[in-house]
Each structure stands twice: as structure tokens, then as C-alpha cells.
């Protein structure tokens, strides 16, 4: 979080969004739960991941952990009412920017050709003072995402492409920022956002001594960014538009 200062809430006014985000597990640390909302509220949510994760696990072979995690991902997506989760099975941990990047996220949005894009936190930290330092894959995501964005919407870019040009994205939401000055309540899908999360079952068994408690960690994120909108649970998003021009 950023500061005490107050959030504003998000636009809802939308009806399709396209998640774009690096690994498994990277909505349901804070996202899921408002994805849940928004699904319960009727809109088209869609997965985009750009790797399956293979990586992520310390004690598992890649071969082994990737289709895992695929499966704990759809899981996870279920039961936050999301079915459409694809793979782009790109390298877990080594994600290079550039033209190539941005020409697979084009396509992704001109074939999805949603109102809004949600993505990873592409800040250096996930804290204010810089001490919970972001990783590379997170930051090239997010950054690759908003050129992609503007991609999308030019015909004369990435002209080889069968998809028409999609010039409907509204604004693109990175998720966890420590400069998030939006954000939206999730007091009523709170419980769906855990489940989710604890979908991730072998990931999470993976992490330090195996004993992380997914209620316990959402909640601290879901009650700070709560109070700084007069909700009980909240989660928080950076704001880009492109509905400005």
C-alpha cells in the first residue's frame, strides 16, 4: 500500500475483462476475490498465463509441476466462476520483454477484445519503502501488457496478425501496486477468494516451512486496503486509462 489516504472505487460499469498475468497462484494472491465479484455480477472474466509455472515448486521437476499447476490454476478459476483459462507456455522465471512478448499479448487482446486488463504489479516492490522486492517476471508482465494494450489497437502494427484491431481496452488494472489508489470491496466474496487461493494446494505446501494459511495472509492485505475504503475487506489495483484519448 501506498499511503493512509483514501481509495476510490473501480469502475464497474463493463462486461468482459481479460486477466493477463504471469504464473498460477499470481490472481489469487488478493485478485480472485474481486474477480469473484464480477463474475457474480454477470461479466465475462478470461485467463491469459504466460507460463504454467513450471518453476515455482523448489522440490519438483518442471515437467512434473507445470501440468500441476494447470490443473490446481483451472481449480482455482472454478471456483471464483471463470472458465476460460489458457496457456501461453512461455518459460517460467526467465520472461523476456520485446517485440515477440508484445506481439503474443496483442493477439491475446484482439481475439479476447475486452474492456479492461488485469495484470501484475510492475513496480520494483510491493511496498512503498522498496523492501518486498518484486521479481522479473511480475515486472515484465505488466509492463509488456500496457504496450501490448496499445498494440492491439493500431492496425498497422503487427500487421501479419488475423485478428482485426481491438481499440475497446478502457483501462488496464495491475493488482497488488504499491501506487493502487483504486480498489473494490470483496467483503461478500471473501471466503471464494481464500478457497481459490487454497486451490493452489501443492504450490502453497511448497512455500517456507509448509505451513502458510492462506485466510490469515489475505485477510491482513484485505482489511488494510478495507479501511481505506470504509469496507470491511477491500483489494487494490493501479489505475492506467486508455479511454482518455
Known amino acids: 500500500m501506498t499511503d493512509d489516504a483514501q481509495m476510490q472505487p473501480l469502475d464497474e460499469d463493463w462486461q468482459r475483462a481479460l486477466a493477463i498475468v504471469a504464473h498460477p497462484d499470481d490472481l489469487e494472491f488478493g485478485g480472485a476475490a474481486a474477480i469473484a465479484r464480477w463474475t457474480a455480477q454477470g461479466k465475462d472474466v478470461r485467463y491469459v ?59 491475446s487482446i484482439r481475439e479476447h477484445r475486452p474492456e479492461i486488463v488485469i495484470t501484475n504489479n510492475f513496480r520494483d516492490s510491493w511496498d512503498p519503502d522498496g523492501a518486498a522486492l518484486n521479481m522479473a517476471d511480475h515486472i515484465v508482465t505488466g ?16 500487421r501479419d496478425l488475423e485478428q482485426e484491431k481491438w481499440d475497446g481496452v478502457k483501462q488496464v488494472w495491475a493488482g497488488g501496486s504499491p501506487r493502487g489508489r483504486h480498489g473494490v470491496d470483496i467483503t461478500g466474496t471473501f471466503e471464494l477468494g481464500v478457497r481459490s487461493l487454497e486451490a493452489h494446494d501443492a504450490y502453497l505446501r511448497g512455500l517456507g516451512s509448509g505451513d502458510f494459511d492462506a485466510e490469515e495472509f489475505l485477510e491482513g492485505f484485505a482489511r488494510q486496503t478495507g479501511a481505506r475504503m470504509g469496507v470491511k475487506y477491500a483489494t487494490g489495483f493501479e489505475v492506467f486509462r486508455f479511454d482518455l484519448f
Do not use: C, Y
Open 143 to 158: 509492463r509488456t501488457v500496457l504496450d501490448a494494450v496499445r498494440d492491439a489497437a493500431n492496425r498497422w502494427v503487427f
Open 49 to 107: 498465463l504466460l507460463t504454467s509455472g513450471e518453476a515455482g515448486i523448489d522440490g519438483m521437476d518442471p515437467a512434473e509441476a507445470g501440468p500441476l499447476r494447470e490443473r490446481e490454476q483451472r481449480e482455482s478459476a472454478k471456483i471464483v466462476g471463470v472458465s476460460h483459462v489458457e496457456f501461453l507456455g512461455l518459460p517460467d522465471g526467465v520472461l523476456e520483454g520485446g517485440v515477440a512478448l508484445r506481439k503474443l499479448l496483442a493477439r
